[in-house]
Each structure stands twice: as C-alpha cells, then as structure tokens.
C-alpha cells in the first residue's frame, strides 16, 4: 500500500488553473466577501488607508514586474509615477479629456517613458542599472520644479472632481471601488502574465539572461518590455493619486517615494503578487500604526507618545533590515510556510 503526499494535476486544467485547490478558492472568495464588504462598516479613516494600500498594491506589482521578476533593479518608481499623474492631469486641463480617458493615455505615455529609460538596461546591470534609473527619478524631480510652463514648477495643479454618471468619485467610499478594481486588475493581468510566452522570458532573463538568449530569448526586446509593462502600472498608480486627491504636487514624487516601493517589494516579497500586497499593505499601514499606537499612549506616557512620530523612520529601516536578515523572501514567505503548515496537520513532513 503507498500513499501519495502533495498536490497532483490529472488535466492541463487543472494544472494550469490560477486556484487549482478547493482551499485557495475558499481563501480568495473569504478575502472578496471581505473586500466587498469592508467600506459599509469601515469609518473614513480606515477607507482613505484602504485606498491608499489599494494604489500602492498597482505600484508596487508594476514595480515587482520590473525587479522580481526580470532582475532589473530600479529607483525611478517615483518618476515613472510623476509621469502619470502629471499627464492625466494636463490631459484633463489643458485637452478637456474626461478623466478615464487620461488615465490610459498617461498610462500609455509612462509606458513609452519606462521604455525610453530602459534603452542602458542593454548594456547595464546590477548597481549600474540602478544608477540609471536613479537618473531618471533626478531628471523627473528636476522637471517638476523647473518646468514651469508644463508643471507648474512648485505649484499644485488643481484637478476637478472626477465623476462617473453624476456621481463624485473623489471621496473615500467611492473611491474605493475604482481603486480595488484597479488593483484587482493589476494582480489579474500579473499573474496571467506569467504563465505567457513573454512572462517565462521575463523570468527566464532574470535567473541567467545569457542563457536565455541561447535557448532564443530576446533579451534586449524583453528587457524593454518590462520596463513598459512596469511603467504602465506605475503610471496607473500616480494617475489614481492625482485624481483622488484631485492636487498633484511634486512632493508625492520624490526619490523618498521610489525608495517606499522598492521597500514595499523587499518586505512583502519578490518575485510575488501578493507579497506585492503584502508589502503595500504593512509599509502603507505602518505610520497608522506608529500614529495611533502614539495616541493610544499619550496619556500614559507622553514622553514615548512625542517620541514615536520622530522614530517612524527609524522603525521603516529596521522593518526592512530584519526582513532581509531573517527572512529575505518577505511576507509571502512567511505566509507560505503557514499554508504548508496547516495543509499537512497533523503530520510532521512538509510536502515538496
């Protein structure tokens, strides 16, 4: 008598199914209740948080696209952001485009803009691939200060509401639709990118892009199209915040922004969508925490309730070197070994 231990596929349809096992599909539709039910009983503080985890969650897959999962490394996610929020705006302004139709066409332009910094990752890798694109975050800064006549230089643009049937999106409970569908977008479109032609490439240059381009990968071509494909969701991300917040300033954009996502994709884990969530969600969450957790003890302890907004960077840093100490792959990791835990109780071995 022999007995099977792990997971095993009799159909290429099963093989090939996003949620192949009965528990994941209990796992996403919980989540989805969740979701769907969230903003009806959540306050509009926690619905602006929610938003705010939703559109970094679009940034921060497109950005995972890029490193985790090609090996490109990049500082630029704040500029490639800029572009799509300044676009969207000025295409809205200046052409009176409704707001959806600017959103694709800054999604598009961030695309093209990705592409057109991606051109040294033919002849850069690694540190020199990143300062690079640290190139780009500093060209970007410099656009937005000084380019007044386009910009505004340190002025905020100001954008009208934007609506959809007469309704104002712009406030937490609305917004909060288009944000999760946007960032269930993202996460649908990533994961279906993977098990495509181009995604395999995508990884396949990551591990040992010398190799790929033997077995026939184009590594130049598939290099290029990361960063659009990256790019295109940062330039999703940056148009939702200007649209939300309906004032898009420089200040959103900085380097400290790009450092934030690539920080987001370390701890939630790459080469991951929902360590992309993951990630978004604890760096996103994080000041909230520190905030509320200073008031909680204001009374208690003043002294430690004044110092706690001064060492959230402090705490950003070392939530980030703990990470890559003890366990590099993130949140997703860490969730995983849960998973491998409970599918095998109550026995000792872990499938493979």
């Known amino acids: 008598m022999s007995f099977e231990c792990g997971v095993f596929h009799t159909r290429y349809e099963s093989d090939m199914g996003l949620r192949p096992r009965p528990a994941q599909r209990i796992r996403l539709g919980a989540f989805a209740v969740f979701v769907l039910a969230f903003p009806f009983f959540a306050s509009t503080y926690w619905l602006d948080l929610a938003n705010q985890v939703a559109i970094a969650t679009v940034g921060a897959i497109g950005l995972n696209i890029l490193v985790g999962y090609t090996g490109q490394i990049s500082l630029g996610q704040g500029a490639f952001m800029a572009v799509g929020a300044y676009a969207a705006g000025l295409f809205t302004l200046n052409l009176g485009l409704p707001w959806g139709a600017s959103i694709a066409l800054a999604c598009v332009l961030t695309a093209a803009a990705g592409t057109f910094f991606g051109l040294p990752s033919l002849r850069l890798k690694g540190l020199y691939l990143a300062i690079a694109t640290l190139a780009a975050q500093e060209i970007a800064e ?25 309704i104002r999106l712009n406030t937490a409970f609305n917004f909060y639709w288009l944000a999760v569908l946007a960032a269930a977008g993202t996460a649908l479109f990533a994961a279906n990118l993977f098990r495509t032609r181009a995604g395999r490439a995508f990884v396949a240059v990551r591990d040992q892009d010398i190799a790929a381009s033997v077995i026939g990968v184009n590594v130049f071509r598939t290099k290029l199209l990361a960063f659009a494909t990256s790019s295109f969701f940062a330039g999703l991300a940056g148009a939702l915040i200007a649209y939300y917040r309906t004032i898009i300033t420089w200040e959103r954009f900085t380097l400290e922004t790009s450092i934030v996502y690539l920080a987001m994709i370390i701890v939630g884990g790459l080469g991951s969508i929902r360590g992309s969530f993951f990630g978004a969600a604890l760096i996103t969450l994080l000041p909230a925490m520190i ?9 208690t302890a003043p002294a430690v309730a004044g110092l706690l907004p001064h060492a959230q960077q402090a705490v950003f840093g070392i939530v980030i070197i703990l ?13 995983g070994n849960v998973k491998d835990y409970f599918h095998v109780w109550p026995f000792a071995y872990r499938r493979e």
Not at 142 to 166: C, D, K, N, Q, R
Not at 291 to 299: F, M, P, S, Y
């Open 291 to 299: 905030a509320n957790l200073g008031r909680a003890v204001q009374e």
């Open 323 to 335: 990470f890559l100490v003890f366990e590099p792959k993130g949140l997703s990791k860490l969730w």
């Open 142 to 166: 410099w656009a937005m200060t000084h380019w007044t006549a386009v910009t505004g230089g340190t002025e905020a643009i100001v954008l009208p509401s934007p609506a959809l049937f007469g």
